[in-house]
């Protein structure tokens, strides 16, 4: 299934990784590669992990990584919505 990015989650992505990189280089290619990979196992497996709690939504954590992957499925396509550390309180939606 075809997966897109709303702004939300590239600009999460891209603050987990800028954050990363300022203090491992090497620990932020690898997240980005595992984070790449789970996004790629939801677009061939988009009813994968479990239900959010927010309607419609979708979570899986990135491999070992404390982080989470939030998506819906809309008109056939995956929707990549946020990124998040699982430290941070859950996610309730828009914030």
Do not use: C, F
Not at 3 to 29: F, N, W
Not at 56 to 69: D, E, H, Q, S
Request: net charge positive.
């Amino acid at each position: 299934m075809r997966v897109r990015y709303t702004p939300r989650a590239r600009r999460d992505i891209h603050a987990i990784l800028h954050y990363l990189d300022e203090r491992s280089p090497q620990g932020a290619v690898n997240v980005k590669q595992t984070i790449r990979k789970t996004i790629d196992l939801i677009g061939s497996h988009p009813h994968s992990g479990r239900l959010a709690g927010i309607e419609g939504t979708r979570v899986l954590p990135a491999g070992r990584y404390p982080y989470l992957v939030y998506w819906t499925i809309e008109a056939g396509e995956v929707w990549i919505v946020h990124v998040r550390h699982m430290s941070r309180r859950p996610w309730a939606g828009g914030d």
